[in-house]
Structures are given as C-alpha cells and as structure tokens.
C-alpha cells in the first residue's frame, strides 16, 4: 500500500463525481485488502489471478442508455456503470458488490472494487418485458483491467443482456457480472469472452429470488489463460439456474473452470451443462459443485461436463461434487473426459480436408449439442463464427 495509488484512488472517484460512499468503499478496500484471505478457488495457482493494480486514467463517462428504444420509454435503464452511481445512488449503494460478490471477501474482490475502472449497470423495472436483446459491450472498455456488468431485474420483468469482451484487450483482464433477480423475474445471459489478454479472470455471480429464474450461456474462447468463477445463489422458493458453458483452450493455454450452484429453499433446481475441447498441449481443469442446504426439500441439483482433447499432450479434468444435506431431494451428475478418434482425423485427412479444418469440425461437432440449446440464432451464428476464428488464427 502507498499513498499514491490512494491518492490516485481518491482523485479518479473526485473526477468522476462519485457518491462519497463509493470513494469510501475504494479506499477502505485498498487499505485492508492485505488483511484479507487470498484468493482460493480448488486447484487454481493464484498466479493466474495475480495482477498488479492498475493505473486509474480518468476519461469523460459515456452517458448514453443503450437500451432498445421501447424498452427506454419503460424506463429500462443500460448505462456507464460509474455514471450510474451518480444516477441512482441508493440502488447502486445498496446492490453493488454487497449481494452476491461480496467486495471484502477476499484479496482480489478488493482490488476489484479499489480499481474499478469501467463496467455497465442494466436496471428492468418490476413488471416489464424487454423482448429485444439489450447489449452492453459497448459500454465497457476493453482495454482497461478491472471490469464489472451489474444487472438488476424487477419483479415479474424478463430480458435477455449480452456482453461480448472483444479481442483486443488490456495485458490481464478481470471481468466480473453480477446478477439479481427479483420475484418471478427471468433472465438471458449472453458471455462471450474472446480476448487476446495474457492473464483472464471472469466470474459470474447470481443472486436469484422467489420463483425467479436465470438462464446464462458463456463461451470461453479467449487465447490466453483463463480463470472463470460461476456462482449462484437460488435463495428464493422456486428459483431456476441454468448455467451452459463451452470453452476452447489450445497451445499451452490453462483454463480453470469452475461452476457452483447452492439450493437455499424449497422446490429449487440448479443445472450445470459444460462442453470443452483441450488441443495443442493445453490444459483444463473443470469443477463443478452443486449443494443442496438443510431444509431445501424437493430441489433439484444436476450437473454434466464433458471434455474432449485432440492430442496425447493436452490435459482434461473433471472434479464433479454433490454436497447433499436432505434427503428430499433429486441430484445427479455426470463426467466424461474422452480422446479424439484418430481414424476419423486420419479420414477426413485422406479425403483433402486440411488438418486445422478437421480439427474445426470436429470442435463443432462436439460443442455444437450445447451451442444449439442457445435460444437466440443472431447469437449462435456469432458463436460460430468466433469458434472458426478462434479455430483457424493459430
């Protein structure tokens, strides 16, 4: 700690015009982040999450609302996340890192919050249908380190948001959404992640009430090491999560991917559906945990992942838990981790197709079961497309 990156901290919050609760939160956070725990996540060497703290360059907030038109005049909101702690201070006060990612759990959450440096905040007001995509890539900047996308839906209120991270990025990258759910809300998540950053670190954080129900889709396909956290919290009776994640690693890339659901109360269900393909001496780890509380009777808990290498060198593994604490319930998992058919490499080979594009078609063909359960197809053809592209630049 030196008091010129608080001094730093103090000055970018003043010309923003931040609230003097969010200054007071950075920099209490940069004060006792060294008293916090490290971050911990199974199997995950901390040097992959180990970034220095970043230099906070203060450029004017884009203060446009990226909502679709029809979705303004009901007063859905798609703002700079900066510019909207000014816009509505007690709801950002309130939700904003103190949820479900919690802002001094850890080192890292810390630093986070310390640095922020751009993100996006969606707001749908209770009782309102957004029926065409609200996208905010637009509104974080991809070449600063420190990222946040918070998203609060109403009660009775349905939207799909989605978030592309672009290609060209900052040296290490640590992206992070939240999510809260109100009452019987629902909501479509679309993450692409695709950067060319040395260092990734992504998580998704879910808080979801009564009846509510999240349904997010993420693709993993950045080119250097990753980090990804999935973690929600069905708090509410009757609560739905349904996390699917594809994910590319190759050339010596590390990819630790970790997914963990948690049924609160009654009559909840939480699935994790996960498909990865591992190539050219890469690395990935998948974890995925589903827990059920005392209590939560008539819940279901239900995860799979699958992993498929395309050489001897590559490495996949698959930690699937179940931590179950009554007995009124539905849980199950499932795991493979399975080799490329050589012979059907050697004959698509043999019949002129070169070897980078049998290797696509075959990445296509593994994935593709996942990708298709993507509801909208605007985003699974943009999916397509950046698996090829991911595919063939190497």
């Not at 907030?61 to 900066?82: E, R, S």
């Not at 640590?174 to 999510?179: A, G, K, L, P, V």
Request: hydrophobic share 35%; glycine share 4%; net charge neutral.
């Amino acid at each position: 700690m030196t008091m010129a990156e608080l001094d730093q901290i103090k000055q970018f919050s003043q010309l923003n015009h931040e609230p003097q609760w969010l200054t007071a939160k950075r920099m209490v956070a940069y004060q006792m982040a060294s008293t916090l725990p490290k971050f911990h996540l199974k199997g995950v060497d901390t040097k992959h999450v180990a970034f220095n703290n970043p230099s906070l360059m203060y450029h004017p907030l884009d203060k446009h609302n990226y909502a679709p038109d029809d979705a303004k005049k009901k007063g859905v909101l798609a703002i700079n996340l900066l510019y909207a702690t000014r816009y509505d201070r007690e709801l950002l006060q309130e939700n904003l890192m103190e949820k479900c990612f919690i802002w001094n759990h850890d080192q890292f959450s810390a630093q986070h919050v310390a640095f922020l440096q751009t993100g996006a905040f969606v707001f749908i007001p209770s009782n309102v249908v957004v029926k065409e995509p609200i996208d905010v890539s637009k509104l974080v900047n991809p070449m600063k380190q420190e990222k946040h996308v918070l998203i609060i839906a109403g009660a009775n209120s349905e939207a799909t948001v989605v978030y592309s991270s672009g290609r060209h990025t900052s040296p290490n990258t640590r992206q992070i959404t939240e999510i809260l759910l109100g009452d019987n809300a629902h909501l479509n998540y679309y993450d692409s992640a695709t950067t060319d950053a040395q260092q990734n670190q992504k998580g998704l954080y879910a808080y979801l009430a009564r009846t509510s129900r999240l349904d997010s889709y993420v693709s993993l396909l950045n080119q250097h090491d990753t980090v990804y956290q999935g973690k929600v919290n069905l708090d509410g009776e009757g609560s739905e999560a349904y996390l699917n994640l594809i994910s590319l690693s190759d050339h010596h890339q590390y990819q630790a991917i970790h997914n963990d659901v948690t049924n609160y109360q009654t009559h909840t269900t939480g699935i994790i559906r996960q498909r990865g393909i591992v190539a050219n001496q890469a690395t990935t780890h998948c974890y995925t945990v589903g827990k059920i509380v005392q209590g939560a009777k008539k819940t279901n808990s239900d995860q799979s992942a699958r992993l498929l290498t395309l050489d001897p060198h590559s490495k996949g593994e698959i930690d699937p838990v179940l931590l179950i604490r009554d007995n009124d319930v539905e849980a199950g998992h499932s795991a493979s981790i399975g080799k490329v058919n050589r012979e059907l490499l050697y004959y698509l080979e043999t019949r002129g197709i070169s070897k980078v594009k049998a290797i696509y078609l075959l990445t296509l063909g593994f994935l593709f079961p996942l990708i298709q359960k993507f509801p909208e197809k605007n985003l699974r053809d943009k999916i397509f497309h950046q698996l090829e592209d991911r595919v063939y630049e190497r």
